[in-house]
């Protein structure tokens, strides 16, 4: 690893340890921390000295590096940001970078029409959103989705240096149906993001099926470095085919789905299709539409169907279609109580 990046994770880990105001923290400290980050990114042990430390204490409060980061000492032997709110990862950019930015865009645009880009297109258009707005000092334009409070993504770096270095890990989970936390190893193969929720998927050994683990319940991460890491062919693309969301209910084959959609819904199901199975059966006078999926039902499939309320109606099959009734009846019975 280059000595640049080894010490942008060197500050970085200073800068994480220093916004955590609930614990003292001693240069003893810091060396340790930074020494484990390190080793998670090179898997070596690799033991810092506490002169690079203090060097690089020195260069985040100059301007050298644009940091200009506000380190205090106070009892003779702790570190401390004098501003609760600091982090190096909200200082804007400056011109240096913009114009480094700007260009690098625009080199990486001339690729667009590449299949090997178009996964990242829209991070291109957010990137240059964003640099717009630094320079030209408005807001973006572009605005998406996102939950700020959601628990669990600290956890999201973490979870991704694992994936690619092939890392057992040791997650202690608590979900929401379990009265107390587990502690199990966890071959961790990809990332998945769905309604503004990551999900971590992988097997908990050779023999177990796949699992779904949502990083907001997850209430910490450990390594097993001795534990081999269990390589295996996972396909995602065919592994959700079948399904909407994350829950894939093994061994029940996709089955054909018939809704009735009504004609303020249509157009937005027309247009935004409920999954890539979607198949327009029928337009109605009325401008109502009939649609088909294929596809495996399952708790995220049946969230979405009632969030259309009264827009919606479950032809067949039989079996859902009685579901959804009895999901709607009863609550319905919650406001004539």
Sequence with gaps: MSQNKNALIRYKTIDKCLQNKYRQWTLEDLIECCSEALFEYEGRENRISKRTIQMDIQLMRSEKLGYNAPIVVYDKKYYKYDDDE???TDIPLNE?????LTETVSMLKQFKDFSLFNDVSDILQRLEDKIYAEKSHTKPVIYLDKNEGLKGLHYLDEVYQAIIKKIVLVITYKSFKSKEETKFHFHPFILKEFNNRWFLIGKKKGSAP???LALDRIIGIDYDFNLPYLEEDFDAELFYKNVIGVT????LPPRKIELWIDAINAPYVLTKPLHQTQRLIKENED???IIHLLISPNYEMERILLGFGDGIEVIKPENLRNRMKKILQKALNKYDE
Excluded: A, C, Q, R
Aim: net charge neutral; hydrophobic share 40%; glycine share 6%.
């Design 210 to 212: 796949i699992t779904n």
């Design 248 to 251: 894939v209910n093994t061994g």
């Design 96 to 100: 240096t970078d913009m114009n480094v």
């Design 287 to 289: 401008k109502s539409i």
């Design 86 to 88: 600091f982090s190096i």
